[in-house]
T-cell receptor, first 114, second 114 residues
Framework: GNSVTQMEGPVTLSEEAFLTINCTYTATGYPSLFWYVQYPGEGLQLLLKATKADDKGSNKGFEATYRKETTSFHLEKGSVQVSDSAVYFCALSDLGSGNTPLVFGKGTRLSVIA | DAEITQSPRHKITETGRQVTLACHQTWNHNNMFWYRQDLGHGLRLIHYSYGVQDTNKGEVSDGYSVSRSNTEDLPLTLESAASSQTSVYFC?????????????FGPGTRLTVL
């Protein structure tokens, strides 16, 4: 079946540090890939997405590239800010499995300290 | 502005009681979803609906039910609450009949079962 594996957290970084959160996936078809972010006390919101191989999603300084050869969609940001502290979820949707809902990873908590 | 709301935001109940969590969206979205979020498990799908009168079971549907009588609402009912159902519950909606579309999340309901 479809699944998403994220790096375990929590991740603690100093302000302006480089961020990578790893995400790999297993899918039977041709998935679309997503990163959602959850700020403290809130619901999830879409951060970025990519719908086909080699696509790069980007938003708010975050980027992720859909790598089919390595089945990965790692999230990166060149210089994190305290306001980026949140939980980040990688997710996939696989239309090859029919119109099935998103499959989420377990989330990675990021804390950025000044 | 269109939005998705959940009520109540916090609920404490006793084992064995029936509990209903409300979800209301003004996006006029066809698709609605219920998730629970627990430490170590991330986000898990409980039930989902792709339109009025349509409901489907998710990964962790035992002990929960939903009904979809209109486009705007998808209430989640716990038939006989158990301590294992203590969790944070999120409702989400999306527009088209494709799971590649962005899901919009409500703010969550924190449920405690004593």
């Amino acid at each position: 079946g479809n699944s998403v594996t994220q790096m375990e957290g929590p991740v603690t970084l100093s302000e302006e540090a480089f961020l990578t959160i790893n995400c790999t996936y297993t899918a039977t078809g041709y998935p679309s890939l997503f990163w959602y972010v959850q700020y403290p006390g809130e619901g999830l919101q879409l951060l970025l997405k990519a719908t086909k191989a080699d696509d790069k999603g980007s938003n708010k300084g975050f980027e992720a590239t859909y790598r089919k050869e390595t089945t990965s969609f790692h999230l990166e940001k060149g210089s994190v800010q305290v306001s980026d502290s949140a939980v980040y979820f990688c997710a996939l949707s696989d239309l090859g499995s029919g119109n099935t809902p998103l499959v989420f990873g377990k989330g990675t908590r990021l804390s950025v300290i000044a | 502005d269109a939005e998705i709301t959940q009520s109540p935001r916090h609920k404490i109940t006793e084992t064995g009681r029936q509990v209903t969590l409300a979800c209301h969206q003004t996006w006029n979205h066809n698709n609605m979803f219920w998730y629970r979020q627990d430490l170590g498990h991330g986000l898990r799908l409980i039930h989902y609906s792709y339109g009025v009168q349509d409901t489907n079971k998710g990964e962790v549907s035992d002990g929960y039910s939903v009904s979809r009588s209109n486009t705007e609402d998808l209430p989640l009912t716990l038939e006989s609450a158990a301590s294992s159902q203590t969790s944070v519950y999120f409702c989400a909606s999306s527009d088209q009949g494709y799971s590649t579309d962005t899901q919009y999340f409500g703010p969550g309901t924190r449920l405690t079962v004593l």
